[in-house]
T-cell receptor, first 110, second 117 residues
C-alpha cells in the first residue's frame, strides 16, 4: 500500500514565526512531491512542487525533499493568519494517480 | 479566478433523482479528473480521462457515470445515489507529460458540494 503520512495537527504557531510541516512517504518509486493548501470549505490549491533532492524556495515557502529518508517538508516563513489552512502533502509516480496525505491543519495566531 | 469551473456549486438531490455535475477547463490540459472529498479527509480519486479517453476508474459504483465530451469538458452523471455519497466533488485538470503520464500538478475547480437526502 503506497502511503503518504502527515501529522494531522493542529499545528499552532504565532504570527511571524516559521511553520514547519512534514510528511513521509512509503513508495520509493515516487518521483515528484506536491504541497496543496486547502482553506475550510474550499478546494485544494497547489502551492509548491519539488522533484529533486534539496530545497526549493518560492517567496515565503520552502519545500525540502530527502529521497534517501523518504521525507518531504514545507517551511512557511513569517507565518500570517491567512496561512491558516490544511496543508496536503502529495506524491506522484509519473502515472495519473496522486497519493495524498491526510493533511496537517495549521493555525497561525495573530 | 480559477481556470477550472465547476457547476453547480451546491446540489441537493433525492435518492431517486438523476443529476449531473459539470466541469470546464480553459488551460489546454489533456487530462481531467474527478475526485471525491469527505470532511477532514484527503481527496479520493474516482476517474481520470486522458485525451478524452477513460484511463482510470477507481472501482467507483456505477451510480456515478463520467463523460468527457471534449478536451475541455468533463461531466459526472449521478443516479440513485445514497446519503453516504454526500461529499465535495472536485474536478481537476493537468498537463500530460510527453511520455504519456502526467506532470503531477493538479489544478482543481472550486468543487460541487453534493447532499443526498
Amino acid at each position: 500500500q503506497k502511503e503518504v503520512e502527515q501529522n494531522s495537527g493542529p499545528l499552532s504557531v504565532p504570527e511571524g514565526a516559521i511553520a514547519s510541516l512534514n510528511c513521509t512517504y512509503s513508495d520509493r518509486g515516487s518521483q515528484s512531491f506536491f504541497w496543496y493548501r486547502q482553506y475550510s470549505g474550499k478546494s485544494p490549491e497547489l502551492i509548491m512542487f519539488i522533484y529533486s533532492n534539496g530545497d526549493k524556495e518560492d517567496g515565503r515557502f520552502t519545500a525540502q525533499l530527502n529521497k534517501a529518508s523518504q521525507y518531504v517538508s514545507l517551511l512557511i516563513r513569517d507565518s500570517q493568519p491567512s496561512d491558516s489552512a490544511t496543508y496536503l502533502c502529495a506524491g506522484g509516480t509519473g502515472g495519473f494517480k496522486t497519493i495524498f496525505g491526510a493533511g496537517t491543519r495549521l493555525f497561525v495566531k495573530a | 479566478d480559477t481556470e477550472v469551473t465547476q457547476t453547480p456549486k451546491h446540489l441537493v438531490m433525492g435518492m431517486t433523482n438523476k443529476k449531473s455535475l459539470k466541469c470546464e477547463q480553459h488551460m489546454g490540459h489533456r487530462a481531467m479528473y474527478w475526485y471525491k472529498q469527505k470532511a477532514k479527509k484527503p481527496p479520493e480519486l474516482m476517474f481520470v480521462y486522458s485525451y478524452e479517453k477513460l484511463s482510470i476508474n477507481e472501482s467507483v459504483p456505477s451510480r456515478f457515470s463520467p463523460e468527457c465530451p471534449n478536451s475541455s469538458l468533463l461531466n459526472l452523471h449521478l443516479h440513485a445515489l445514497q446519503p453516504e455519497d454526500s461529499a465535495l466533488y472536485l474536478c481537476a485538470s493537468s498537463q500530460v507529460h510527453e511520455t504519456g503520464g502526467f506532470t503531477g500538478e493538479l489544478f482543481f475547480g472550486e468543487g460541487s458540494r453534493l447532499t443526498v437526502l
